[in-house]
């Protein structure tokens, strides 16, 4: 297993569109391998491949207080949306220290592969719903950061690559 790097908004690879996995195979449970480890070393609650580089539509989750209930999601497509919305604040491994409000549904279904390539349908709601839609936004090369107003973004986006700057010297 390894840690993988973390593409930074505003890299432009962040905005490329995912494809399908074709097949889950040894090459595709050695990348979820890393990726569920580089999740967890971030501390973060999700990861979608997007955000290291790999453009196929995989995305690993775990919201789980214990950081013990991982979930794989391939080629995830959404079959449900509830009609509530509701404002969550997120944040980003791709966009580090910033958090911000995004508007996302209540609750989702999906269906998916998992790591073994078998079928599942996922109901998910609340934190689990906020971070499906998130990871799957990813996979389109969308940033939640898009949400918010041109100001607020550039700001960002400013604010990005000049900690990224401190940190290169
Ligand atoms: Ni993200």
Sequence with gaps: ???LPILRFPDPRLHTVAKPVPTVDARMQALIADMLETMYEAKGIGL???QIDVHERLIVIDVSEERDQALVLINPQVVWTS???HLNEEGCLSV????????????????????????????????????IQ????HLMGKVF????SPLKRNRIKKKM???????AQ
């Design 1 to 3: 297993m390894a840690l």
């Design 48 to 50: 979608a491949a997007t």
């Design 83 to 85: 009609a509530e919305t």
């Design 96 to 131: 580090p220290g910033i958090y911000d409000g995004v508007e996302r549904f209540d609750a989702v279904t999906v269906s998916a592969l998992d790591e073994k390539g078998n079928s599942r349908v996922v109901q998910a709601e609340d934190l689990l719903a906020v971070c």
């Design 134 to 137: 998130h990871e799957m936004d």
């Design 145 to 148: 950061v898009e949400y918010l």
């Design 161 to 167: 690559l000049k900690a990224q700057r401190e940190e």
